[in-house]
């Protein structure tokens, strides 16, 4: 190529704009140009856009209902092509007032006159990339339409604008940058299309009967989006026909789920996609184990979100027998910052491995040493001896409560003994209760549940002293 070619190019479809996109009158092909850092044109991509017609059959059914509709997928598997053809549909065959907020003349061509491929849909042109958030409110109050279609919806401002008009009851169908519904949640900037994501401290109690931490991750608001449709490739799509259901599985950590649709040889083909029912292990425990378990070998440590520097240099201060591994599925504990305690990645490995998950609140050394010191079941000055009973006695006793549901009383420990089989117990969701005074008073474990209170009420009236135990 020469600079002559690019001139020649660049002269039959007229300079391109602040987009760098310029296209050819009445057709759906666009060029864009590379510039240097001076802003001459040293490049240029050409792209035969067509019209195509029955891209979206396998969706088809979710057009009509009137709902708003979300198309994720990554560049090039034909979100634009489909969002041109929902347009037709909803103007041609259902006969709504549809108008096409086109902010780089994708949908509709270049030119004044829109290509026929959007049927008997307007078409509202944007002057500048930024100003996409104005046109789309402008669409709304001045031109009464039943149904917008936007593509490409990328800043918070789009995302708000989305918002607004989906509280107006008009229908929506746009595309958005991510490729999966998780990594729509995982964005900041545009996780409110699917009602958002923020972080909420519940009471023990309330943690209690959910099974899990206190700290957890819950859908803001209701999704602007009623649907949303993965694009995994140009005939095949993953439908989420219930956005709000399908994000508080995800921020559960459970899987999505949803319905993959496939277009094979003209047929429609649909099944559901397996759904985890139960949630996630809470990330301080395993979920639901048999006994416990000591690891052989050395415990492998991954740090989520934590300096792996400063967690091997703190291990070896702390002479544990343990090793800091690279992949999260290969750990039996894992150490994460409480801000990303939620990740969804990070719980569904959790689920697969059966991990313990220890949170920091922040990466420092003392709060690393603190964890690890509970997690490692480290006590000073005490004698490693006695350390070592008070461990064994409490796994003894947790194993009866889990396998026969009775309450089991340890032997009495001096205080801080007590505190690391409190430490032991808390991890298997169990009950307990310290008793007597000291130098007698020792721990005893109930499973979870209704035989503490009773416990409670009997050594009331029987005169007894009981308090919850130090931890």
Do not use: F, K, L, Y
């Given at each position: 190529m020469t600079p002559g070619d690019l001139e020649h190019v660049l002269a039959q479809v007229g300079p391109p704009g602040e987009d760098n996109r310029a296209g050819i009158e009445r057709t759906l092909h666009r060029v864009s140009a590379i510039r240097n850092r001076k802003g001459r044109v040293v490049g240029i991509t050409l792209r035969v856009g067509r019209a195509v017609f029955g891209t979206i059959d396998m969706v088809k059914d979710l057009i009509g209902t009137g709902r708003n509709l979300l198309l994720l997928g990554r560049p090039g598997v034909g979100k634009t092509t489909k969002l041109r053809e929902v347009a037709r549909v909803l103007a041609d065959d259902l006969h709504k007032r549809v108008m096409v907020v086109d902010?780089?003349?994708?949908?509709?061509?270049?030119?004044?006159?829109?290509?026929?491929?959007?049927?008997?849909?307007?078409?509202?042109?944007?002057?500048?990339?930024?100003?996409?958030?104005?046109?789309?409110?402008?669409?709304?109050?001045?031109?009464m339409p039943e149904a917008i279609i936007v593509d490409e919806i990328g800043t918070s401002a789009e995302a708000a604008a989305a918002r607004t008009i989906a509280e107006r009851g008009v229908q929506l169908v746009a595309t958005a940058h991510g490729n999966t519904l998780e990594n729509l949640v995982l964005n900041p900037t545009l996780s409110d299309l699917v009602g958002g994501v923020h972080t909420v401290t519940l009471s023990d109690e309330e943690a209690r009967r959910r099974n899990t931490q206190k700290t957890i991750s819950e859908r803001k608001a209701p999704p602007t989006f009623d649907m949303v449709v993965e694009m995994v490739g140009r005939d095949e799509v993953l439908v989420h026909l219930d956005t709000a259901e399908a994000v508080d599985r995800l921020l559960a950590g459970r899987e999505v789920g949803g319905e993959r649709r496939r277009l094979d040889g003209g047929v429609v083909r649909a099944e559901p996609v397996p759904q985890s029912v139960a949630p996630l292990p809470p990330p301080r425990s395993k979920a639901a184990p048999a006994a416990p378990a000591a690891y052989n070998g050395p415990t492998r440590i991954y740090a989520h979100a934590v300096s792996r520097d400063l967690l091997d240099r703190v291990l070896r201060e702390l002479k544990v027998d343990a090793r800091v591994v690279g992949r999260l599925e290969s750990a039996d504990l894992i150490l994460t910052l409480r801000a990303r305690a939620n990740d969804p990645k990070m719980r569904r490995v959790i689920e697969r491995t059966g991990a313990r998950v220890e949170e920091v609140k922040r990466n420092s050394s003392a709060e690393l040493r603190r964890v690890l010191r509970s997690a490692f079941m480290l006590v000073e000055g005490m004698d490693e001896d006695e350390v070592r009973e008070a461990v064994a006695e409490a796994e003894h006793a947790i194993q009866r409560v889990l396998s026969e549901g009775v309450s089991v009383p340890l032997a009495p420990r001096p205080p801080r003994l007590r505190k690391l089989q409190h430490r032991l117990v808390s991890r298997y969701h169990l009950e307990t209760v310290s008793r007597g005074s000291e130098p007698v008073r020792h721990l005893t474990i109930y499973p979870l549940g209704a035989e503490v209170e009773a416990a409670l009420h009997e050594s009331e009236a029987e005169g007894n002293a009981w308090v919850p135990s130090e931890a």
């Open positions: 902010t780089s003349n994708e949908i509709g061509g270049d030119g004044d006159i829109p290509h026929p491929g959007i049927g008997g849909a307007r078409r509202m042109q944007v002057s500048r990339p930024d100003r996409q958030h104005d046109v789309m409110i402008e669409a709304v109050e001045n031109h």
